[in-house]
Protein backbone atom coordinates (compact mmCIF):
# COMPACT_ATOMS: atom_id res chain seq x y z
CA UNK A 1 0.00 0.00 0.00
CA UNK A 2 1.83 3.31 -1.28
CA UNK A 3 -0.84 4.98 0.77
CA UNK A 4 1.03 5.15 3.72
CA UNK A 5 4.31 6.32 2.62
CA UNK A 6 2.59 9.09 1.46
CA UNK A 7 0.50 10.02 4.54
CA UNK A 8 3.35 9.49 6.82
CA UNK A 9 5.40 11.82 4.28
CA UNK A 10 2.26 14.35 4.62
CA UNK A 11 2.60 13.82 8.53
CA UNK A 12 6.47 14.71 8.85
CA UNK A 13 5.61 18.00 5.79
CA UNK A 14 3.43 18.96 8.48
CA UNK A 15 5.48 18.51 11.48
CA UNK A 16 8.26 20.65 9.57
CA UNK A 17 6.03 23.63 9.41
CA UNK A 18 6.35 23.93 13.30
CA UNK A 19 2.59 23.26 13.25
CA UNK A 20 3.39 20.57 16.23
CA UNK A 21 5.73 23.05 18.46
CA UNK A 22 2.40 25.91 18.22
CA UNK A 23 0.07 23.42 19.01
CA UNK A 24 2.09 21.86 22.66
CA UNK A 25 2.60 26.07 23.33
CA UNK A 26 -1.08 26.47 22.76
CA UNK A 27 -2.12 23.40 25.23
CA UNK A 28 0.59 25.22 28.13
CA UNK A 29 -1.66 28.63 27.56
CA UNK A 30 -4.72 26.67 28.21
CA UNK A 31 -3.66 25.78 31.51
CA UNK A 32 -2.36 29.03 32.55
CA UNK A 33 -5.86 30.97 31.01
CA UNK A 34 -7.51 28.26 32.75
CA UNK A 35 -5.74 29.73 36.27
CA UNK A 36 -6.98 32.90 35.47
CA UNK A 37 -10.29 32.59 34.53
CA UNK A 38 -10.94 30.29 37.74
CA UNK A 39 -10.05 33.37 39.65
CA UNK A 40 -12.06 35.89 37.81
CA UNK A 41 -15.44 34.24 37.31
CA UNK A 42 -18.08 32.59 39.58
CA UNK A 43 -18.83 28.91 39.10
CA UNK A 44 -17.60 25.31 37.75
CA UNK A 45 -14.07 25.97 37.03
CA UNK A 46 -13.89 22.61 35.23
CA UNK A 47 -16.62 23.58 33.03
CA UNK A 48 -14.98 27.00 31.92
CA UNK A 49 -11.95 24.20 30.70
CA UNK A 50 -13.32 21.38 29.05
CA UNK A 51 -15.04 24.46 26.88
CA UNK A 52 -12.49 26.41 26.09
CA UNK A 53 -9.85 23.29 25.54
CA UNK A 54 -12.21 21.84 23.51
CA UNK A 55 -13.49 24.46 21.28
CA UNK A 56 -9.60 25.77 21.10
CA UNK A 57 -9.05 22.07 20.04
CA UNK A 58 -11.98 22.69 17.60
CA UNK A 59 -11.48 26.05 16.07
CA UNK A 60 -7.54 25.58 15.81
CA UNK A 61 -8.49 22.03 14.41
CA UNK A 62 -10.69 23.46 11.67
CA UNK A 63 -8.12 26.25 10.45
CA UNK A 64 -5.40 23.50 10.28
CA UNK A 65 -7.65 21.30 8.22
CA UNK A 66 -8.78 24.21 6.26
CA UNK A 67 -5.71 26.21 5.61
CA UNK A 68 -3.10 22.82 5.13
CA UNK A 69 -5.74 20.82 3.43
CA UNK A 70 -6.15 23.35 0.48
CA UNK A 71 -2.63 23.55 0.15
CA UNK A 72 -2.15 19.33 0.43
CA UNK A 73 -2.91 19.12 -3.67
CA UNK A 74 -1.62 22.37 -4.86
CA UNK A 75 1.59 22.23 -3.75
CA UNK A 76 2.37 19.67 -5.27
CA UNK A 77 1.37 20.67 -8.15
CA UNK A 78 2.54 24.38 -7.90
CA UNK A 79 5.96 22.95 -6.53
CA UNK A 80 6.23 20.38 -9.79
CA UNK A 81 6.52 17.21 -7.82
CA UNK A 82 3.80 15.56 -9.25
CA UNK A 83 5.21 14.76 -11.89
CA UNK A 84 8.18 12.77 -10.55
CA UNK A 85 5.00 11.44 -8.04
CA UNK A 86 3.31 10.68 -10.71
CA UNK A 87 5.79 9.05 -12.83
CA UNK A 88 6.34 6.44 -10.13
CA UNK A 89 3.62 3.20 -9.74
CA UNK A 90 1.72 5.87 -7.70
CA UNK A 91 -1.88 5.68 -8.50
CA UNK A 92 -3.76 8.93 -8.54
CA UNK A 93 -6.43 7.87 -5.59
CA UNK A 94 -4.05 6.50 -3.75
CA UNK A 95 -1.79 9.59 -3.78
CA UNK A 96 -5.62 11.85 -2.74
CA UNK A 97 -5.90 9.22 0.00
CA UNK A 98 -2.60 9.18 1.62
CA UNK A 99 -2.64 12.80 1.33
CA UNK A 100 -5.99 12.81 3.33
CA UNK A 101 -4.72 10.01 5.79
CA UNK A 102 -1.52 12.12 6.23
CA UNK A 103 -3.53 15.42 7.40
CA UNK A 104 -6.06 13.44 9.63
CA UNK A 105 -2.84 11.82 11.37
CA UNK A 106 -1.51 15.12 12.28
CA UNK A 107 -4.98 16.37 13.55
CA UNK A 108 -4.86 13.45 15.61
CA UNK A 109 -1.54 14.22 17.12
CA UNK A 110 -2.72 18.00 17.72
CA UNK A 111 -5.97 16.75 19.52
CA UNK A 112 -3.63 14.17 21.47
CA UNK A 113 -1.47 17.17 22.59
CA UNK A 114 -4.18 19.59 23.44
CA UNK A 115 -6.47 17.20 25.34
CA UNK A 116 -3.39 16.13 27.11
CA UNK A 117 -3.74 19.95 28.08
CA UNK A 118 -7.59 20.11 29.20
CA UNK A 119 -6.77 16.85 31.41
CA UNK A 120 -3.60 18.52 33.00
CA UNK A 121 -5.88 21.70 33.63
CA UNK A 122 -8.41 19.52 35.19
CA UNK A 123 -5.98 17.45 37.29
CA UNK A 124 -4.51 20.55 38.53
CA UNK A 125 -7.06 22.09 39.70
CA UNK A 126 -8.97 19.49 41.53
CA UNK A 127 -6.32 16.48 41.90
CA UNK A 128 -7.92 14.12 41.17
CA UNK A 129 -9.80 12.33 38.01
CA UNK A 130 -13.17 10.67 37.26
CA UNK A 131 -15.18 8.67 35.31
CA UNK A 132 -17.10 11.70 33.48
CA UNK A 133 -14.09 13.01 32.43
CA UNK A 134 -13.70 10.33 29.59
CA UNK A 135 -16.78 12.36 28.39
CA UNK A 136 -13.78 14.82 27.03
CA UNK A 137 -11.93 12.32 25.18
CA UNK A 138 -15.54 10.79 23.48
CA UNK A 139 -15.83 14.40 22.61
CA UNK A 140 -12.36 15.11 21.25
CA UNK A 141 -13.15 12.12 19.10
CA UNK A 142 -16.36 13.52 17.53
CA UNK A 143 -13.67 16.41 16.60
CA UNK A 144 -11.64 14.53 14.90
CA UNK A 145 -14.48 13.22 12.74
CA UNK A 146 -15.73 16.64 11.88
CA UNK A 147 -11.77 17.93 10.86
CA UNK A 148 -11.93 14.74 8.92
CA UNK A 149 -14.64 16.20 7.34
CA UNK A 150 -13.75 19.60 7.33
CA UNK A 151 -10.13 17.92 5.62
CA UNK A 152 -12.46 16.04 3.11
CA UNK A 153 -13.81 19.45 2.25
CA UNK A 154 -10.84 21.29 1.67
CA UNK A 155 -8.97 18.78 -0.63
CA UNK A 156 -12.08 18.13 -2.17
CA UNK A 157 -11.64 21.94 -3.61
CA UNK A 158 -8.35 22.30 -3.57
CA UNK A 159 -7.97 19.46 -6.09
CA UNK A 160 -9.94 21.89 -8.95
CA UNK A 161 -9.40 25.15 -7.43
CA UNK A 162 -6.68 27.72 -6.62
CA UNK A 163 -5.79 27.69 -2.27
CA UNK A 164 -7.57 30.77 -2.09
CA UNK A 165 -10.94 30.04 -3.76
CA UNK A 166 -10.51 26.70 -1.86
CA UNK A 167 -10.14 28.15 1.37
CA UNK A 168 -13.17 30.57 0.90
CA UNK A 169 -15.21 27.78 -0.15
CA UNK A 170 -14.41 25.49 2.18
CA UNK A 171 -14.67 28.01 4.98
CA UNK A 172 -18.35 29.56 3.53
CA UNK A 173 -19.34 25.24 3.20
CA UNK A 174 -18.00 25.05 7.05
CA UNK A 175 -20.20 27.89 8.14
CA UNK A 176 -23.16 27.00 6.19
CA UNK A 177 -23.17 23.54 7.90
CA UNK A 178 -23.75 25.16 11.08
CA UNK A 179 -26.75 26.59 10.14
CA UNK A 180 -28.42 22.95 8.76
CA UNK A 181 -31.71 23.31 10.93
CA UNK A 182 -32.46 27.01 10.03
CA UNK A 183 -32.18 25.67 6.13
CA UNK A 184 -34.76 23.17 7.03
CA UNK A 185 -36.69 25.30 9.33
CA UNK A 186 -37.49 27.94 6.50
CA UNK A 187 -38.10 25.47 4.23
CA UNK A 188 -40.75 23.90 6.95
CA UNK A 189 -42.25 26.89 7.57
CA UNK A 190 -42.87 28.06 3.72
CA UNK A 191 -45.90 27.89 2.05
CA UNK A 192 -43.91 27.43 -1.51
CA UNK A 193 -43.53 23.89 -2.55
CA UNK A 194 -40.33 24.58 -4.09
CA UNK A 195 -38.60 26.24 -1.44
CA UNK A 196 -39.53 23.23 0.41
CA UNK A 197 -38.32 20.77 -2.13
CA UNK A 198 -34.97 23.40 -2.26
CA UNK A 199 -34.20 23.60 1.34
CA UNK A 200 -35.07 19.80 1.75
CA UNK A 201 -32.31 18.78 -0.70
CA UNK A 202 -29.87 21.78 0.27
CA UNK A 203 -30.19 20.07 4.16
CA UNK A 204 -29.67 16.71 3.03
CA UNK A 205 -26.91 17.53 0.68
CA UNK A 206 -24.88 20.00 2.75
CA UNK A 207 -22.51 18.93 5.59
CA UNK A 208 -24.21 19.07 8.85
CA UNK A 209 -21.80 19.93 11.20
CA UNK A 210 -24.41 20.77 13.60
CA UNK A 211 -24.28 16.72 14.24
CA UNK A 212 -20.89 17.35 16.16
CA UNK A 213 -21.75 19.98 18.61
CA UNK A 214 -20.75 18.41 21.57
CA UNK A 215 -18.87 20.62 23.26
CA UNK A 216 -21.56 22.30 25.48
CA UNK A 217 -22.82 19.06 26.74
CA UNK A 218 -19.45 17.57 27.70
CA UNK A 219 -19.06 20.82 29.51
CA UNK A 220 -21.67 19.78 31.66
CA UNK A 221 -20.79 16.23 32.08
CA UNK A 222 -23.75 14.99 30.10
CA UNK A 223 -23.14 11.33 27.91
CA UNK A 224 -24.27 11.88 24.55
CA UNK A 225 -26.79 8.73 24.03
CA UNK A 226 -24.67 5.78 22.52
CA UNK A 227 -27.15 5.57 19.57
CA UNK A 228 -26.65 9.16 18.56
CA UNK A 229 -22.96 9.54 18.73
CA UNK A 230 -22.68 6.93 16.87
CA UNK A 231 -24.82 7.49 14.24
CA UNK A 232 -22.67 11.41 14.62
CA UNK A 233 -19.47 9.43 13.84
CA UNK A 234 -20.73 7.97 10.91
CA UNK A 235 -22.17 10.34 9.55
CA UNK A 236 -19.14 12.25 9.26
CA UNK A 237 -16.98 9.05 8.32
CA UNK A 238 -19.87 8.45 5.10
CA UNK A 239 -19.63 12.10 4.06
CA UNK A 240 -16.09 11.97 4.66
CA UNK A 241 -15.91 9.43 1.84
CA UNK A 242 -18.18 10.74 -0.64
CA UNK A 243 -15.93 14.04 -0.94
CA UNK A 244 -12.58 12.42 -0.60
CA UNK A 245 -14.44 9.95 -3.59
CA UNK A 246 -15.34 13.03 -5.21
CA UNK A 247 -11.59 14.93 -5.21
CA UNK A 248 -9.91 11.32 -6.31
CA UNK A 249 -12.90 11.69 -9.42
CA UNK A 250 -11.83 15.10 -9.99
CA UNK A 251 -8.27 14.62 -9.98
CA UNK A 252 -8.11 11.53 -12.14
CA UNK A 253 -9.91 13.51 -14.88
CA UNK A 254 -7.03 16.52 -14.46
CA UNK A 255 -4.52 17.02 -16.83
CA UNK A 256 -0.97 17.82 -15.75
CA UNK A 257 0.02 18.43 -19.26
CA UNK B 1 22.92 50.52 12.71
CA UNK B 2 22.57 47.61 14.69
CA UNK B 3 22.64 49.21 18.20
CA UNK B 4 20.44 52.35 16.90
CA UNK B 5 17.62 49.99 16.14
CA UNK B 6 17.87 47.95 19.76
CA UNK B 7 18.07 51.17 21.38
CA UNK B 8 14.74 52.33 18.99
CA UNK B 9 13.03 49.38 20.48
CA UNK B 10 14.02 49.71 23.81
CA UNK B 11 12.35 53.08 23.49
CA UNK B 12 9.49 51.88 22.02
CA UNK B 13 8.64 49.19 24.56
CA UNK B 14 9.09 51.92 27.35
CA UNK B 15 7.01 54.43 25.50
CA UNK B 16 4.14 51.94 25.39
CA UNK B 17 4.50 50.63 28.68
CA UNK B 18 4.87 54.43 29.86
CA UNK B 19 1.65 55.49 28.00
CA UNK B 20 -0.27 52.44 29.11
CA UNK B 21 0.50 53.66 32.58
CA UNK B 22 -0.98 56.69 31.91
CA UNK B 23 -3.78 55.73 30.46
CA UNK B 24 -4.49 53.20 33.45
CA UNK B 25 -3.82 56.27 35.89
CA UNK B 26 -6.59 58.00 34.19
CA UNK B 27 -9.25 55.65 33.84
CA UNK B 28 -8.42 54.27 37.17
CA UNK B 29 -7.32 50.71 38.44
CA UNK B 30 -10.06 48.44 37.76
CA UNK B 31 -12.25 49.79 35.35
CA UNK B 32 -15.95 47.70 35.01
CA UNK B 33 -16.81 46.25 31.50
CA UNK B 34 -18.01 48.76 29.50
CA UNK B 35 -21.39 49.85 29.03
CA UNK B 36 -21.62 48.36 25.65
CA UNK B 37 -23.16 45.05 24.65
CA UNK B 38 -22.02 44.56 21.19
CA UNK B 39 -24.56 42.40 20.03
CA UNK B 40 -27.61 42.34 21.91
CA UNK B 41 -29.27 39.28 20.74
CA UNK B 42 -28.64 36.51 22.18
CA UNK B 43 -30.30 34.37 20.01
CA UNK B 44 -27.94 36.10 17.08
CA UNK B 45 -25.12 35.45 18.96
CA UNK B 46 -26.04 31.76 19.23
CA UNK B 47 -26.26 31.52 15.86
CA UNK B 48 -23.23 33.28 14.92
CA UNK B 49 -21.24 30.85 17.61
CA UNK B 50 -20.80 28.14 15.30
CA UNK B 51 -21.18 25.33 17.87
CA UNK B 52 -19.20 27.22 20.67
CA UNK B 53 -22.27 28.60 22.31
CA UNK B 54 -21.06 26.87 25.61
CA UNK B 55 -17.63 29.26 25.75
CA UNK B 56 -18.99 32.22 24.90
CA UNK B 57 -21.65 31.69 27.24
CA UNK B 58 -18.73 31.22 29.86
CA UNK B 59 -17.48 34.71 28.60
CA UNK B 60 -20.60 36.50 29.34
CA UNK B 61 -20.71 35.13 32.61
CA UNK B 62 -17.33 36.31 32.82
CA UNK B 63 -18.45 39.32 31.46
CA UNK B 64 -21.23 39.75 33.61
CA UNK B 65 -19.35 38.54 37.05
CA UNK B 66 -16.55 40.95 36.02
CA UNK B 67 -19.59 43.82 35.51
CA UNK B 68 -21.32 43.28 38.72
CA UNK B 69 -17.65 43.35 40.75
CA UNK B 70 -16.46 46.64 39.02
CA UNK B 71 -19.66 48.26 39.96
CA UNK B 72 -19.32 47.44 43.44
CA UNK B 73 -15.70 48.09 43.57
CA UNK B 74 -16.65 51.51 42.70
CA UNK B 75 -19.90 51.69 44.68
CA UNK B 76 -21.81 52.51 40.93
CA UNK B 77 -25.81 52.21 41.65
CA UNK B 78 -27.03 51.34 38.27
CA UNK B 79 -26.89 47.79 36.76
CA UNK B 80 -27.84 48.76 33.38
CA UNK B 81 -26.08 46.02 31.71
CA UNK B 82 -26.42 43.04 34.13
CA UNK B 83 -29.49 41.79 33.58
CA UNK B 84 -28.85 41.58 29.54
CA UNK B 85 -25.44 39.74 30.27
CA UNK B 86 -27.01 37.33 32.31
CA UNK B 87 -30.07 36.93 30.06
CA UNK B 88 -27.29 36.68 26.96
CA UNK B 89 -25.08 33.50 29.03
CA UNK B 90 -28.50 32.20 30.06
CA UNK B 91 -29.40 31.79 25.99
CA UNK B 92 -26.36 30.65 25.07
CA UNK B 93 -26.20 27.86 27.37
CA UNK B 94 -29.29 27.07 29.22
CA UNK B 95 -27.42 24.75 31.44
CA UNK B 96 -25.39 27.29 32.73
CA UNK B 97 -26.61 26.45 36.19
CA UNK B 98 -24.02 29.35 38.25
CA UNK B 99 -25.24 32.07 36.13
CA UNK B 100 -28.97 31.94 37.04
CA UNK B 101 -28.33 30.82 41.01
CA UNK B 102 -25.71 33.60 41.32
CA UNK B 103 -26.95 36.08 38.08
CA UNK B 104 -30.55 36.10 40.56
CA UNK B 105 -28.78 36.92 43.66
CA UNK B 106 -26.26 39.96 41.65
CA UNK B 107 -30.13 41.30 40.41
CA UNK B 108 -32.36 40.84 43.13
CA UNK B 109 -29.73 42.65 45.78
CA UNK B 110 -30.94 45.85 47.30
CA UNK B 111 -28.81 48.76 46.30
CA UNK B 112 -25.45 49.45 46.23
CA UNK B 113 -24.65 45.78 46.67
CA UNK B 114 -27.36 44.43 43.73
CA UNK B 115 -29.27 45.46 41.13
CA UNK B 116 -32.65 45.92 43.21
CA UNK B 117 -34.69 44.18 40.24
CA UNK B 118 -36.13 41.02 42.25
CA UNK B 119 -39.14 40.44 39.36
CA UNK B 120 -35.92 40.40 37.12
CA UNK B 121 -34.25 37.64 39.63
CA UNK B 122 -37.27 35.52 39.83
CA UNK B 123 -37.99 35.76 36.01
CA UNK B 124 -33.89 34.62 35.17
CA UNK B 125 -34.78 31.97 38.08
CA UNK B 126 -38.44 30.56 36.14
CA UNK B 127 -36.15 30.52 32.75
CA UNK B 128 -33.74 28.40 34.78
CA UNK B 129 -36.47 26.08 35.98
CA UNK B 130 -38.07 25.28 32.17
CA UNK B 131 -34.82 24.44 31.09
CA UNK B 132 -33.36 22.30 34.37
CA UNK B 133 -36.49 21.11 35.85
CA UNK B 134 -34.62 18.62 37.66
CA UNK B 135 -32.80 21.45 39.92
CA UNK B 136 -34.83 21.84 43.17
CA UNK B 137 -32.56 24.48 44.09
CA UNK B 138 -33.78 27.22 41.70
CA UNK B 139 -37.54 26.79 43.18
CA UNK B 140 -35.75 27.56 46.45
CA UNK B 141 -34.19 30.25 45.23
CA UNK B 142 -37.74 31.94 43.70
CA UNK B 143 -39.14 31.08 47.29
CA UNK B 144 -36.08 32.41 48.93
CA UNK B 145 -36.14 36.08 46.37
CA UNK B 146 -39.99 36.16 47.31
CA UNK B 147 -39.29 36.02 51.06
CA UNK B 148 -36.47 38.47 51.24
CA UNK B 149 -36.69 40.76 48.79
CA UNK B 150 -40.55 41.09 47.95
CA UNK B 151 -41.63 40.07 51.28
CA UNK B 152 -44.38 38.09 49.84
CA UNK B 153 -44.45 34.66 51.77
CA UNK B 154 -47.53 33.28 50.19
CA UNK B 155 -45.80 32.92 47.04
CA UNK B 156 -42.89 32.44 48.85
CA UNK B 157 -44.42 29.27 50.13
CA UNK B 158 -45.70 28.06 46.68
CA UNK B 159 -42.24 28.18 45.38
CA UNK B 160 -40.85 25.84 48.19
CA UNK B 161 -43.95 23.84 47.96
CA UNK B 162 -43.38 23.44 44.32
CA UNK B 163 -39.74 22.46 44.69
CA UNK B 164 -40.30 20.28 47.44
CA UNK B 165 -42.50 17.91 44.77
CA UNK B 166 -38.87 17.20 43.22
CA UNK B 167 -37.79 13.33 44.69
CA UNK B 168 -34.17 14.97 45.07
CA UNK B 169 -35.55 18.32 47.30
CA UNK B 170 -34.44 18.89 50.93
CA UNK B 171 -36.99 17.70 52.98
CA UNK B 172 -37.28 20.72 55.26
CA UNK B 173 -38.76 22.60 51.78
CA UNK B 174 -41.95 21.16 52.57
CA UNK B 175 -42.66 21.98 56.05
CA UNK B 176 -40.93 25.36 55.81
CA UNK B 177 -43.57 26.00 53.29
CA UNK B 178 -46.28 25.46 55.92
CA UNK B 179 -44.54 27.26 58.54
CA UNK B 180 -44.14 30.30 56.17
CA UNK B 181 -47.61 30.59 55.23
CA UNK B 182 -48.35 30.49 59.20
CA UNK B 183 -45.74 32.92 61.04
CA UNK B 184 -44.80 34.77 58.12
CA UNK B 185 -41.23 36.87 57.50
CA UNK B 186 -40.31 36.06 61.50
CA UNK B 187 -36.41 36.05 61.91
CA UNK B 188 -36.72 32.58 63.34
CA UNK B 189 -37.73 31.83 59.62
CA UNK B 190 -34.90 34.25 57.62
CA UNK B 191 -32.50 32.78 60.07
CA UNK B 192 -33.02 28.99 58.79
CA UNK B 193 -33.15 30.05 55.48
CA UNK B 194 -29.52 31.96 55.37
CA UNK B 195 -28.53 29.44 57.82
CA UNK B 196 -29.38 26.58 55.02
CA UNK B 197 -27.69 28.87 52.23
CA UNK B 198 -24.77 28.65 54.25
CA UNK B 199 -24.27 25.24 55.45
CA UNK B 200 -25.15 23.54 51.49
CA UNK B 201 -23.55 26.45 49.36
CA UNK B 202 -20.55 25.02 47.82
CA UNK B 203 -19.03 28.24 46.75
CA UNK B 204 -17.15 30.89 48.96
CA UNK B 205 -18.53 33.87 47.83
CA UNK B 206 -22.30 32.53 47.65
CA UNK B 207 -21.52 31.66 52.29
CA UNK B 208 -19.67 34.83 52.47
CA UNK B 209 -23.03 36.39 51.74
CA UNK B 210 -25.17 34.48 53.77
CA UNK B 211 -22.86 34.85 56.75
CA UNK B 212 -23.03 38.56 56.22
CA UNK B 213 -26.84 38.46 56.57
CA UNK B 214 -26.95 36.09 59.02
CA UNK B 215 -24.59 38.42 61.11
CA UNK B 216 -27.16 41.08 60.39
CA UNK B 217 -29.93 39.26 61.76
CA UNK B 218 -27.73 38.89 65.44
CA UNK B 219 -27.22 41.93 65.39
CA UNK B 220 -30.65 42.74 64.80
CA UNK B 221 -31.95 40.97 67.63
CA UNK B 222 -29.20 42.21 70.05
CA UNK B 223 -30.09 45.43 68.88
CA UNK B 224 -33.94 44.42 70.14
CA UNK B 225 -32.63 42.58 73.45
CA UNK B 226 -30.61 46.14 74.25
CA UNK B 227 -33.75 47.88 73.73
CA UNK B 228 -35.92 46.18 76.29
CA UNK B 229 -33.12 45.93 78.69
CA UNK B 230 -32.74 49.54 78.48
CA UNK B 231 -36.87 50.26 78.64
CA UNK B 232 -36.86 48.03 81.60
CA UNK B 233 -33.52 49.47 83.40
CA UNK B 234 -34.48 53.76 82.84
CA UNK B 235 -37.81 53.43 85.58
CA UNK B 236 -35.99 51.33 88.14
CA UNK B 237 -32.95 54.36 88.30
CA UNK B 238 -35.50 56.81 87.40
CA UNK B 239 -33.64 58.10 84.75
CA UNK B 240 -32.90 57.93 80.96
CA UNK B 241 -29.84 56.32 79.77
CA UNK B 242 -28.12 58.28 77.96
CA UNK B 243 -25.06 55.84 76.80
CA UNK B 244 -24.70 52.20 76.65
CA UNK B 245 -21.36 52.58 79.37
CA UNK B 246 -24.03 53.35 81.47
CA UNK B 247 -25.20 49.56 81.32
CA UNK B 248 -21.63 48.69 82.20
CA UNK B 249 -21.49 50.99 85.02
CA UNK B 250 -24.24 49.23 86.47
CA UNK B 251 -22.94 45.76 86.01
CA UNK B 252 -24.94 44.73 83.36
CA UNK B 253 -22.33 44.08 81.11
CA UNK B 254 -18.57 43.61 81.59
CA UNK B 255 -17.26 45.79 78.68
CA UNK B 256 -19.71 47.72 76.08
CA UNK B 257 -21.87 45.32 74.14
CA UNK B 258 -20.09 44.93 70.06
CA UNK B 259 -21.86 43.68 67.33
CA UNK B 260 -20.99 40.24 65.59
CA UNK B 261 -18.30 41.90 63.75
CA UNK B 262 -16.54 43.51 67.01
CA UNK B 263 -17.93 47.21 66.90
CA UNK B 264 -19.51 48.62 69.71
CA UNK B 265 -22.99 49.21 69.71
CA UNK B 266 -24.54 53.15 70.06
CA UNK B 267 -27.22 54.54 72.00
CA UNK B 268 -28.56 57.69 70.30
CA UNK B 269 -29.28 59.83 73.48
CA UNK B 270 -31.91 62.02 71.52
CA UNK B 271 -34.51 58.96 70.47
CA UNK B 272 -33.07 56.44 72.70
CA UNK B 273 -32.66 53.89 70.03
CA UNK B 274 -29.95 51.38 70.05
CA UNK B 275 -27.91 50.79 66.64
CA UNK B 276 -25.09 49.94 64.67
CA UNK B 277 -21.98 52.16 65.07
CA UNK B 278 -21.53 54.11 61.88
CA UNK B 279 -17.89 52.38 61.79
CA UNK B 280 -19.59 48.85 61.67
CA UNK B 281 -19.21 46.41 58.77
CA UNK B 282 -22.44 44.88 59.04
CA UNK B 283 -24.37 44.87 55.81
CA UNK B 284 -27.10 47.54 56.13
CA UNK B 285 -30.26 47.17 54.06
Known amino acids: ?257 | MNHLFKICLLAVCLGIYWIQSAIDQKIGLFCSTEEVLYLPSANVIKKLSLGHNGLLADIYWMRAVQYYGGKRLKNERHFDLLEQLIEIATTLDPKLLHAYRFGSVFLAENEPIGANQPEEAIALLRKGIEHNPEEWQLHRDVGFIYYWFLNDYKKAAEAFLEGSKNPRAAIWMKTFAAELLAKGGSRQTARFLWQEVYQTSENQQMKDNAREHLMRLTAEEQIETLQVLIEKVQPRIGRKISSLDELVGLGFFKKRPVDPKGFAYILNSTTGKVGLSPASTIRRY
Open chain 1, 1 to 257: MIVIPIAKNTFKECVRDKLLYNLVIFGVLIIASSLVLSSITIGEVKQIIVNLGLSTLSVFGTLIAIFIGIQLVFKEIDKKTIYSLLAKPVARHEFILGKYFGLTLTLLVNILVMLLGIYISIFYLRHSFQLADLQILLAAMLILIELMLVIAIALFFSTFSTPVFSALFAFCLYVIGHFSSDIRQYGLSSDSFAIKILSGCLYYLLPNFQNFEIISQTAHGQFLATRLYLLSVLYGLVYSAGLVLLAILVFQRRNFK
